[in-house]
């Protein structure tokens, strides 16, 4: 079974063609990365599958019940509380307001925030807060698949760590199915039960690596020691080192 299939997707802006037979599915309970150097086309496959914009070519299949989505920044509406925020799905839905509440708290207790946080104001919070937040917004309303579209480039890396802790230990226990995208090879080998790399100039997805275990079951040492072969030896992720070093110094 799968809760996302992306089938021969293309895409063109303004006549410039970004995604070529861009092919990938993913099933419950799987965190598939997607990785690629920055301008290859990856938040347009995100916004593409979740229904953002339309597709030039191809097909997308959505079996999932409700999706979610967390992207680099918070998005979190400045005016409203931290609560109202993490809240505002529910709303969306028509949940009574009697039945918001308890949901908005254990969402924002599961994100590693305090209830007393939830009376506060986004500008009030520090950027990994806003990122908890955002993060709870997207489980508050028991999401079957959740779009991640760099989440956590702008943390630090012990920050960074926790919030894939949480993503890895979330995913694990409610089997939501995940596309998460990242630049970050690190991340995805902590995160993924696959990472699928995308080609130059998105021109399809060039190859996927399966992890051989459960994401959360892999020692510092094992992740550290698989991203250095990765880099020597594994001709996939040849051009997302050599771009990202040169995109992102
Ligand atoms: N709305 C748009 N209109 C025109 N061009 C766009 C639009 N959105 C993206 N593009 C272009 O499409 C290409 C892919 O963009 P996209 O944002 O999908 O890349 P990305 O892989 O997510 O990059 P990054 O890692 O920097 O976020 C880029 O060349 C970008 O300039
Ligand atoms: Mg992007």
């Known amino acids: 079974m799968t809760l996302l299939t992306l089938h021969d997707i293309g895409h063109a802006f303004f006549g410039r063609t970004i995604l070529e037979g861009i092919d990938l599915a993913v099933g419950p309970g799987e965190i598939v990365s997607l990785l690629g150097p920055s301008g290859s086309g990856k938040s347009t496959i995100a916004h593409i599958a979740a229904g953002l914009i339309d597709q030039k ?40 307001r009697r039945h918001r509440a308890q949901r908005i708290e254990a ?30 917004r997207a489980l508050v309303n028991e999401p079957d698949f959740i779009y991640f579209d760099e989440p956590f480039s702008a ?10 802790d949480l993503v890895i230990a979330s995913s694990a226990g409610e089997r939501f199915g995940a596309l998460f ?9 902590r995160i993924s039960h696959r990472i699928l790399v995308l080609a130059h100039d998105g021109q399809g997805i060039a190859g996927e690596r399966r992890m051989a275990d459960e994401p959360g079951k892999r020692s510092e040492e094992k992740s550290f020691a698989l991203r250095q072969a990765f880099l020597d030896r594994d001709p996939l992720f040849a051009h997302i080192h050599e771009i990202d070093e040169r995109a992102r110094p």
């Open 107 to 136: 969402a924002a207790i599961r994100a590693g925030l305090l209830p007393e946080d939830l009376e506060k104001f986004p500008v009030e919070l520090s950027g990994g807060m806003r990122q908890r937040a955002a993060i709870a």
């Open 57 to 96: 070519e191809g097909r997308v299949a959505r079996c999932y019940q409700r999706h979610a989505m967390v992207f680099q920044e918070p998005r979190l509406m400045y005016w409203a509380t931290v609560g109202e925020n993490i809240g505002f799905p529910l709303r969306l839905m028509g949940t009574p």
């Open 155 to 164: 943390l630090d890396v012990a920050l960074k760590r926790r919030m894939q």
């Open 181 to 189: 995208i990242t630049h970050d090879i690190m991340e995805a080998i």
